[in-house]
């Protein structure tokens, strides 16, 4: 995280300056000295002179002769005047100044002599620094005599370096109390929230999610990778576990931040996209809420990933192409084909269009009561404003806070796919879990909004005067393909498979 701006992501360095001579610095202060002995010079003594006339008023005119005109002819003969005496005074001062940095540079490069030397002189010492992750790194260099370099070379005590790092675990918030260190508007928005802590349980996922932090970082300490950056460390505030006492709804409740993704893709309801998505290597077309496709139109990504398919065979049939790279060329041929089968036959939500929230796969997938599925409904609480969504899509399971480039926007205007909407951890997640819709489909935000509306009813509804985001669509309802006439269809002595799913692209 960079430090002058939260916001930015990791790993943007700024250009270094090589240092010289500061000649902007110095022609400031020759200027400024200028002006402060010009008045003492000969030249200097003219302008004044000049100056001086002009406010006394000029002696009286000739008949004929404009006032105007000499005083404009006054002040063009002086300011002559004073250029050409100042340039030369500056060209003075600029060679003194010149003369003086080429004294300093040779006296620098003189040979300057030796001290005697018997023994070393090195000794031990040490440094305090800020690493690009955010974590102060302190590091001591320990100097000690050995024997003869022969030896020291194959002594392994002779050269060697432990390396600790030191991590505080955070503590989850558990009360109300706490809950309004990240947003104090949270009651005032939604009155059943203090009868829902009434009986708060942390929920284990808070404690396996800095769990999975530290074994990460643990791995990449040892490798001596770049570690996990300390703003990406703490990024969960809490994760409770509620029940409202009344109507027994649950809720799971998640204090953090909000990362940004921009996965996904819709032939149905996008048939286009940039070719620098469609070609990308990095851009994941897949989210883990997806649906039948309804229409034959193509998914856009499918044409890069099928050239893709075909650049590594032409890699995999090479003679100069290794054994290992024919391996991995083989893995990736099987997962490029299976998306590519994937993309032809399902649609997903679009994280430049769709509103959702990103949970980690282990949640997703634990027998948990409590633990978030795939569809489940969630309401998003930041400042005063309250956004419903779904949960779309899968995360990695050290990381907590992501939603879709749609939901991201709406909150900070600047968010991009390279830019958090938010960094601080005042961002209340809370999900549903049990709610998701027996049947998938493309998203109906109206449809969602009121099914928010319901389950924060459950819960002790909004306050008055506060109401769930309403989301515009921003694509075009597909056109589905007209289902065919019994007339129209060949006659035959078997009866034909259902296929309630419209035939893909090519």
């Not at 200027?31 to 002995?37: D, H, K, N, P």
């Not at 009286?60 to 100042?86: C, M, N, V, Y």
């Not at 003189?110 to 005697?116: D, G, I, K």
């Not at 879990?433 to 489909?441: I, L």
Request: with cysteine.
């Amino acid at each position: 995280m960079s430090k002058g701006n939260p916001h930015r992501i990791e790993g943007l360095r700024a250009r270094s300056q090589r240092g010289g001579f500061p000649w902007l610095r110095a022609s400031l202060f020759v200027v400024a000295l200028a002006g402060a002995i010009l008045p003492f010079t000969s030249p200097g003594e003219k302008i004044m002179r000049g100056l001086k006339r002009i406010a006394t008023g000029p002696a009286p005119s000739s008949p004929g002769i404009d006032k105007a005109d000499i005083e404009r002819q006054l002040e063009a003969r002086l300011r002559t005047e004073f250029e050409a005496d100042l340039e030369r005074e500056l060209a003075a001062l600029k060679k003194q100044f010149a003369d003086a940095a080429r004294r300093d540079a040779a006296k620098a490069a003189e040979p300057q002599p030796l001290p005697p030397l018997s023994s070393h002189t090195a000794a031990s010492g040490g440094d305090v620094r800020t690493l690009r992750s955010g974590i102060p790194f302190k590091s001591e260099v320990q100097v000690s005599k050995g024997g003869i370099a022969s030896k020291e070379r194959v002594t392994a005590d002779s050269y060697t370096a432990t390396y600790t790092l030191g991590i505080r675990l955070p503590e989850p918030s558990r009360s109300l109390t706490e809950l309004h260190e990240a947003n104090p508007r949270l009651a005032s928005l939604l009155p059943g929230l203090p009868s829902l802590m009434e009986k708060p349980e942390v929920s284990r996922w808070f404690f396996a999610l800095y769990d999975n932090k530290t074994r990460r970082l643990k791995q990449d300490a040892t490798r001596l990778n770049e570690l996990l950056t300390k703003h990406n460390f703490y990024d969960c505030q809490t994760i409770l576990q509620l029940r409202h006492p009344q109507s027994g709804r649950k809720v799971f409740l998640l204090q953090a931040e909000m990362d940004v993704v921009s996965d996904g893709s819709d032939g149905d309801r996008l048939a286009t996209m940039p070719e620098c998505i469609v070609n990308s290597t990095h851009y994941q077309p897949f989210t883990s809420y997806g649906w039948p496709k309804r229409t034959p139109t193509p998914n856009p990504m499918v044409a890069g990933w099928e050239r893709r398919v075909a650049n590594a065979k032409q890699e995999l049939a090479a003679n100069d192409t290794s054994a290992e790279r024919k391996s991995w060329l083989r893995d990736r041929l099987k997962y490029l084909q299976r998306g590519i089968d994937d993309m032809k036959s399902r649609s997903f939500l679009i994280a430049d269009y769709d509103p959702f929230i990103v949970i980690p796969v282990n949640l997703l997938t634990a027998n948990d009561p409590f633990a978030p599925k795939v569809g489940d409904y969630a309401v998003i609480v930041h400042g005063e404003k309250l956004y419903p969504a779904i949960v779309g899509d899968g995360g990695p399971t050290f990381k907590v806070g992501e939603a879709s480039l749609r939901l991201a926007k709406e909150i900070n205007p600047k968010a991009s796919p390279y830019s958090r909407p938010v960094s601080d951890l005042v961002v209340t997640y809370l999900v549903f879990p049990g709610t998701r819709e027996a049947k998938k489909g493309p998203p109906d935000y109206d449809a969602w909004r009121l099914r928010c509306e319901e389950l924060l009813r459950d819960c002790g509804g909004l306050a008055p005067g506060v109401e769930l985001h309403r989301w515009e669509k921003l694509l075009p309802e597909p056109t589905l393909a007209p289902a065919p006439s019994p007339a129209s269809l060949p006659q035959s002595s078997t009866p034909a498979a259902s296929n309630p799913v419209a035939p893909s692209g090519p």
